[in-house]
Structure formats: C-alpha cells, structure tokens
C-alpha cells in the first residue's frame, strides 16, 4: 500500500523519564510526573504556556479510581489554559494524537506524557480486567499466564527455545547497565517457571514510572534540538481480541503498521521494541524484518523497566534519544497494549545526516 | 500558528441507540455495533470503507472494564485498522469527536468511525466515582454535592430567582418528547411537577438533574471527496477547540471557567463568528443540572456576564424561541456519560443536516456543540454548519 497522507516535518526534541522503581509509596501521581514534566520542559526552554498541544496517557485502573489523569493535569500547570487531551492507552498513543494535532497546522509544538503505577495493585490480576469482561475477564487469566500461552505456541511452531528466550533476557538486562532509570540491570538468574515455558528472566519487572517527551515541527524543531529525531512515519493498528481468533506466533498488526510507517523502505541501525516477554520479542522482530545487525532494545527495554501506559513511549523516546546522541541515523520504535500483542504502534525516527 | 491547509472535515453519518435505563437486551459490543451500524447506514457506507475507529467513554470504572476499546475492536470493525481510546471525563464524546476530526483535516485518514457509549447498568457509576485515594480530592458525593455549591455561588452572584432552574429542566423534557432516542419520555410533565420534585443537593431538584443511561451515539466523518458522494446532506465542521484547566485552585472561577471561555472563542475565531447569539441558530450544550444553561449562556458568550438567566426566562432558549438550547431534550434528557459529549455533537449536525424530525430548528444553519467534564475544568466544543467552510 503506498503511504500517503500528511507531509508536515515533525520530531521528537526533547525525551525524559523517571527512574522506574518497584514501589514509590511516598508519590502520589503528581508527585511521580511532575520532575519528569520539568526535566522536559528544560530541555527545550519551553514554558507549559508556550506549548501547542499537550496530551497524556495513562489508566485509571492502575490508579484504582476514575478521572485519575483530572489530578496529574494539575502537575502540567494549566493555567492559563491550555489545549491538552487523554488517551486511555500507552502515552505512545498520546504522542500519536499530538503528532495528527500538528499535522492539521493548529500547533507546532506538543507536551506527551505517560505514566503508570503498577504498585498499588496486583498488575497481573488488574491487567486480566482488559479481556473481554462476559467470557473472558470471569476467568482471571493473568497477563504472564496469556503471555505463556504465546510463549508455548512459537516453541511448538519452532520459532524459539527456552534457551534462545533466556538468551533475549539476558541481552537485555546487560543492556540495560548502560541505562540509569532501568530497574533491573546486570546478571538476573533466568529463575523458576513464573508460568511455564517463561521464566522469571523472561518476564518484565513490576514498577512505577514516568516520561514525556516534546514534539516540534520543522524549524521550530531545528530551533529547540541540535538533531531533532524525525518522525518518518508513524502508525498503529489493532487485531481480533479473541486469543482463538489470532496466530500468536505472528504480529499482523504490527508488520501493517511498519509498511505504513515505512519501515521497510530503508534499514534501521536500532529497534526500541515495547515486549514485556523475551517470546514477544520473537514475533516483533519477525514481524518487523530486523536482522543481526540491528541494536535491540539497547536501554535493556521492557525487560528492565515496564512502567505501565508508559513504556511504549520510553521506547519512542530512547529512539529518539539515540538519534539526539548520535548513535542512531534510522531507528524503529514499537509500542503495544492488550492481551499478547493485540495492538501495536509503530514510528520510524531518522536524524539529519551529519 | 503554522496555517496548513488542512482538508474540510464533513459529518455524513450519525447513528445513535434509544438511550435507556438498562438495555438487558445487549452486550457493551452489542450496544456500540448498533450505533455504528446506524451511522454507517445513514452515510450508505460500509465496515470496509471506514479508515480508522477513534472510540471515547467515561472513566473504565462505570462498566469495569479497562480499557474496553481492547474487546471492542471485533465488534466494530477495527481490526487491521487503527484504534484510538479518548477519555477527557464527561468532555470525552467532544473530544473523541475532534480527535476523529483531526485525523480527516490532517489527512491522515480519509474516513473515519468515531463512537462514544456507557453502559452504566453494568457496574454503578455512584460507586464507578467512589474509590478513595488517600490525600487526593474525591468526587464529592457524586457530581451533584460538587457542582451545586457553584450554582448557588451564579445564584449569588447573578440575583437569579430560584425559577429559573426548573424552567430549564421542564423546557428539556418536554423537546426531549419530540426526540425519539431520548431516554426520558415524561409525558404528564409539568412545570409544577418538576418544582415539587425532591431537593437533591440544594438548589439542584430531582427533576432538575440528569438521569443514568445506556446508550452509544456514533458518526461517520470525512473529507470533501466523501462528502460528494454522501446520499444526505453533509454537516461542516467549521471550528473545533479542547481547552483543560486544573481541577482545584484559588484562582479558579467553578461558575465561569476560564477554559470554557477560552474554548469558545477559538472555535468562534475559526468559524469566523464574531456574535454568538445573532450567527448561531441551535445549541447542543452540556447542561447535566438545570441551572448549568444559563451558566453556560454566559460562559459561551451567548449573554453578557449576569444575564444568562434572563434568555432562559424570557424563553429564548426554547424550541420556538430565537436561541434553542438542547433541541434534543439534552443530557437533562438522556445521558450515558461517555457519550453525552458525542450526542451534543452529533444533535449539532443533525440541526443543520435538517434531519433533527420533530426537534428540528427550521433553517438551522450554524449550531455548536458543546461538552464539559471533570471539576468543570474539561472543554470540548465544535461548530457545525449546513455550507462548506470558506478556505
């Protein structure tokens, strides 16, 4: 399908996160976003006022009450007031609502964040409340225990090993060394059967988190950053909820949204992949076509941090901060949400040539 | 601001469901599929010609389900397409509306479902709003123990006599018997029923606030191209605007909010109106207390500040008079909270489509749909006319 649509220069200037840690007690949202909203803020020199558009994602089922984003609003300073929205989703799909805003021309700049914490709660039990809530949710089946399921399908379709998944963790924890907000880094023993065939090496870390980052168009974008991460191309596309209606051991989905973002047209040197499951890991990096050569998840990923309805957008913003450094010219980053990969986001994010 | 030339955005189908206490008879899936299908119908279009779905609803606590759009996808037809879940608290349906908007003057879609729905007799929204956290401000004793101490503050404000509030409320319900899809049909109402009705919150009656529904209101939005081939007149978006405010703070004005007022006159400036109450014929406005119309007059800049009250007493809000508000009978009529923004949206464009039936304003040709929510801090409002905007 030949990618058409909208043609405005859009980047990512600016990315922050919080350190993402087990528990934060002490914090109340606002507490946990508002530092990780100045840091982001300061990057650029942009005041809240000055900014185009502002929007947010998050859960009110991690925050165990209903309008939770109406508080963390307060840790934005909305006043005077400002043009902001909510997505119920992972703040990776903030920053795609906030990239259409400036595509219509009504800003040229945007504040995105996300953020989550899983502590309050049982995240395994909360996350069983997003399945279908008449057949499915009555039943309680936890997202590792669904993530399993996936996991089982590639070994028998002989996609992966036991081995090659605790292979995936391992990278990525060593990765993640490199990376000061991760919460788990270094040698983590690939443990016991959380659910078989994954082991507690192949499962994401439970924590709180934070991030945001700010989008510019064109030269507002040259203005604000030395080497603005382009947005290429960004899309996102949803499949079947039903388990039974879907080959696991496939990304539809995601290989759709890549064509879309464009992806294909060129190599990528980096690949920031939101797989909470070493075994997703697998099926994103088929479905995406990217070979030995390509750096995976070089912050460690979600298997060293996986802050809820953030940590797709940590994988745009490590992207995009790759590229601020120099050590990426073309990256893909990937965001997901629901039951073993239902939906997915994909952007392609390229730097100047230098 | 960066003056793209964005593509003209066209409402070419609405599809809502007969908005009720409990649909028993109906999933979550079944529900939002019947709107959809209605709209769909109403733009003779089909699943396969609809580019992306961009879904909104209230808190995930009033059905308690997260993140529904999840379940939704099948039955809506997303899946391979893109799906995106507004929540901006009862300003969603408005929000999810322009979020949907944006996509077709971007061009990054060319058509696009948008939906908005609650199912409240799933769960029990008292209870949806009602989960303490500890050192943050609760809801208050549902929307009603919040929102009545900034009726009485326009009351003290404005010398309004007490009258006013059931003026409005017997004016919604009875358009609201014209309307087919509203959930309250009082036929025996009166306007000395509604002002015997119980004191809930003081002054805010019984019959002066809102009920709880089920219900989806959906609309099918597209560019020039599709608005050519529509069977039935198209409604333009000619301005659209979100403005946010925090939720608590000492300067905070809760009878006039800032955003509000902000929000209005963007989509006044985009849609060239200069005088409100002369250029705009109809109304849709978020009314879910009584006394909220006049409130809103002021707000949106329909009266001068203290004068609300006074169109609203001298009937020039109602369906006959030279300003209808809520045609439709309004959210006093109907209202499934994450949809509620949405039906004022689409109750707009069906005024200038000129296929309102018996709630029809003749020869509305500009109406504004509006939308609030959290602590009145949420604004979602848009500008729909029967003629393609001017670029």
């Known amino acids: 399908m030949p990618r058409t649509g909208p043609a405005r220069e859009v980047a990512v200037v600016a990315f922050a996160q919080s350190d993402h840690l087990r528990r934060t007690d002490e914090l109340s949202e606002v507490e946990m976003v508002m530092p990780v909203l100045h840091q982001v803020l300061a990057q650029t020199g942009l005041k809240a006022k000055e900014i185009g558009f502002t929007c947010s994602g998050s859960s009110d089922y991690l925050a165990g009450r209903a309008f939770s984003f109406t508080m963390t609003l307060d840790g934005v300073g909305a006043w005077p007031p400002i043009s902001e929205s909510h997505v119920e989703m992972d703040g990776a799909w903030a920053l795609y609502e906030a990239w259409v805003k400036i595509q219509t021309g009504e800003a040229d700049t945007a504040l995105v964040y996300g953020y989550g914490k899983s502590s309050p709660g049982s995240v395994r039990d909360v996350l069983t409340r997003q399945l279908d809530p008449y057949y499915l949710a009555p039943l309680w089946p936890d997202s590792v225990a669904l993530a399993a399921l996936q996991a089982r399908a590639l070994i028998d379709a002989g996609e992966t090993d036991e081995s090659a998944l605790a292979a995936i963790g391992t990278r990525s924890r060593a990765a993640a060394e490199a990376n000061p907000h991760a919460q788990l880094s270094g040698a983590v023993p690939q443990g016991d059967y959380q659910v078989a065939p994954l082991r507690t090496g192949d499962c994401p870390p439970i924590g709180d988190g934070a991030a945001a980052v700010i989008l510019a168009a064109g030269d507002e974008a040259r203005r604000l950053c030395e080497r603005p991460a ?6 996102h596309r949803i499949e079947a909820h039903g388990l039974g209606l879907r080959d696991l051991t496939d990304s539809p989905s995601t290989r759709i949204a890549a064509e879309r973002a464009g992806v294909f047209e060129r190599p990528v040197d980096t690949a920031e992949l939101h797989a909470p499951f070493s075994s997703q890991e697998v099926v994103l990096r088929k479905a995406l076509g990217l070979g030995a050569d390509v750096a995976v998840n070089p912050s460690g990923g979600a298997l060293a941090a996986n802050p809820v309805m953030a940590a797709g957008l940590i994988r745009i913003g490590e992207a995009a901060a790759r590229i601020h450094r120099g050590e990426s010219d073309r990256a893909v980053a990937h965001a997901t949400s629901g039951p073993c990969l239902q939906q997915n986001l994909v952007a392609v994010l390229e730097g100047d040539p230098r | 601001m960066n003056a793209t030339n964005k593509e003209p955005v066209a409402v070419v189908g609405i599809g809502q469901t007969k908005h009720v206490a409990a649909r028993h008879d109906v999933s979550i899936a079944g529900l939002v599929r019947e709107a959809a299908a209605r709209a769909l119908a109403d733009a003779e279009l089909t699943w396969a010609d609809i580019d992306a779905v961009v879904i909104g609803k209230a808190p995930d606590f009033f059905e308690g389900v997260m993140m529904p759009e ?17 929540h901006t608290a009862g300003s969603v349906g408005g929000s999810t509306a322009l ?17 908005a729905f609650e199912k409240q007799s799933e769960s029990n929204a008292m209870w949806g709003l009602s989960l303490p956290v500890p050192f943050q401000q609760p809801l208050l004793a549902g929307a009603g123990g919040f929102f009545a101490p900034h009726v009485r503050a326009y009351m003290r404000r404005t010398g309004a006599p007490d009258t006013v509030g059931s003026l409005v409320a ?37 019959s002066e606030t809102c009920p709880s529904s089920d219900g989806a209101c959906a609309m099918v939005l597209t560019g020039r191209a599709g608005a050519a081939r529509s069977p039935r007149r198209p409604a333009w978006v000619h301005g659209g605007a979100m403005r946010s405010e925090p939720t608590l703070f000492a300067g905070k004005d809760f009878v006039s909010p800032q955003a509000g007022k902000d929000c209005a006159a963007d989509v ?14 109809a109304v849709e406005m978020y ?13 949106l800049g329909f009266a001068q500040e203290g004068e609300g009250w006074k169109l609203t007493e001298a009937g020039v809000t109602e369906l006959d008079g030279d300003l209808p508000v809520n045609p439709s009978g309004g959210v006093l009529s109907t209202n499934p909270i994450g949809a509620s923004g949405m039906i004022r949206f689409a109750e707009a464009a069906l005024q200038v489509r000129g296929q309102a039936g018996e709630h029809q304003v003749p020869d509305a040709r500009r109406a504004l749909g509006h939308a609030y929510g959290g602590g009145a801090q949420f604004f979602a409002m848009w500008l729909v006319g029967a003629e393609e905007p001017a670029s």
């Open chain 2, 287 to 299: 009314v879910p207390f009584s006394w909220y119309e006049p409130m809103w007059l002021e707000n």
């Open chain 1, 230 to 235: 382009w947005i290429t191309g960004i899309d």
């Open chain 2, 170 to 206: 017997y004016k919604d319900r009875r358009n609201a018997l014209k309307n087919p899809y509203a959930h309250l049909h009082e036929h025996g109402i009166t306007l000395e029923k509604v002002q015997a009705s119980p004191m809930l919150w003081d002054p805010i009656r019984y």
């Open chain 2, 70 to 86: 999840l379940y939704l996808a099948d039955a809506l037809g997303a899946v391979g397409k893109p799906m995106l879940r507004v």
């Open chain 2, 268 to 281: 006044y400036r985009q849609a060239g109106i200069t005088d409100p109450r002369r250029e705009i014929d």
């Open chain 2, 99 to 115: 979020v949907a908007s944006n996509l077709v003057a971007a061009r990054v879609h060319r058509t696009v479902l948008t939906l």
